[in-house]
């Protein structure tokens, strides 16, 4: 069967983006019962942009862990791990240190947002970053990975990594891993600005909406999204300069499950004023049970750590001979 990962940063807050562009993905993936899908918090990356207080860090993972489980992820059906409690992550990581090259990882288009203008000061883990991205993914030689738009280029990479490991050991050993970049909503943009992705680093919080927000907040982010005067058109190609307006019409669509041309054909000729009250119930209606299910599991976080726990153990079936494998291949003596 086809294997499928994909992981998410514990940063702190999940957004709608997370949920659309990846999350409600990874559950139509597990429900569909044809693949085994590994799920995981990547606490060893959410440390790359700054070093993060330790009680932070533990927070936003059980977090993390209680908005999988709260989507739907079922930690029986599917393997839900955080990344350090399966150390063959970094363990093969340090192995694709050593394939990837510097000119491929300086050409990664996050790494030269993120380090901005002032690269000498990035520590050496952000830049490293897409090597592990790829480990995470190998080290379950997974064939499938399910993410947004903004992750397509690390998979690129992820498969260059692979190939080169092939190719220079003379073995068939890593696969080619297919990107699962699908839907009405593989990139969501922020609400106030169309023209950027929306994100839980930006510092306004109005344009965004955090899986943890109350049917209120919700509703008035949706009320005051940036929109134009003209009603919604009868073709998708009547979006196509107008960002804002697309963005809305896709959230609907995923949110709905249906085709963005779906939504015009039940809204062409309307104005947005009102289209955003039927979207703010349907985003209420859809997100509001998710935050709800992450409150109560986040007063037991005990049992959080249980379903880790027993995550890492099923992971490293899978990882521990693996990475055995690759020592083999690479020549790494033990006695
Ligand atoms: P992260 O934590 O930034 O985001 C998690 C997932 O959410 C998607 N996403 C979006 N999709 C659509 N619209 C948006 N506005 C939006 N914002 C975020 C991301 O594409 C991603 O799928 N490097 C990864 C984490 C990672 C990973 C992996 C993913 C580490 N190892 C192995 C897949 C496989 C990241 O930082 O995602």
């Not at 409150?295 to 001979?321: N, Q, S, Y």
């Amino acid at each position: 069967t086809p294997r499928v990962f994909s992981g998410i940063q514990p940063s702190g807050g999940l957004t709608l983006g997370n949920y659309l562009g990846a999350m409600k993905r990874f559950v139509t993936m597990q429900d569909a019962g044809t693949h085994e899908t590994i799920y995981c918090m990547v606490d060893l990356h959410a440390i790359t942009a700054r070093l993060v207080p330790a009680d932070e860090l533990i927070h936003n993972t059980r977090e993390l862990c209680a908005g999988f489980i709260a989507v739907g992820i079922d930690p029986e059906k599917s393997v839900l791990i955080n990344q350090s409690q399966v150390p063959e992550h970094a363990q093969l990581a340090w192995i694709f240190n050593c394939v990837a090259r510097m000119g491929w990882m300086g050409r990664m288009t996050q790494w030269k947002d993120k380090a901005g203008k002032n690269a000498e000061a990035a520590s050496l883990g952000l830049f490293a970053y897409p090597a592990l991205m790829a480990a995470d993914i190998l080290v379950y030689h997974a064939t499938h990975v399910p993410v947004g738009e903004d992750q397509k280029q690390h998979l690129e990479l992820t498969r260059d990594i692979a190939a080169k490991f092939n190719h220079d050991y003379g073995v068939d050993f890593f696969p080619i891993t297919e990107p699962v970049i699908e839907g009405a909503a593989t990139r969501v943009m922020n609400l106030q600005d169309g023209t950027k992705k929306m994100s839980k680093s930006d510092p306004s919080d109005k344009t965004r909406i955090n899986l943890t927000d109350s049917a209120d907040e919700i509703a008035k982010k949706i009320r005051k999204a940036k929109t134009d005067p003209d009603p919604l058109p009868e073709a998708l190609e009547g979006l196509e300069t107008r960002p804002e307006a697309r963005n809305l019409v896709n959230i609907y669509a995923a949110l709905a499950d249906i085709d963005p041309q779906a939504v015009l054909d039940q809204h062409a000729g309307g104005l947005f004023g009102q289209f955003k009250m039927a979207l703010a119930d349907l985003a209420v209606d859809k997100l509001a049970p998710i935050s709800t299910e992450m409150t109560r599991l986040m007063a037991d976080p005990a049992e959080i750590d249980r379903i880790l726990g027993r995550g890492a153990e099923r992971a490293r079936e899978i990882t521990v001979p693996i990475l055995d494998r690759t020592y083999d291949i690479v020549g790494m003596l033990r006695s």
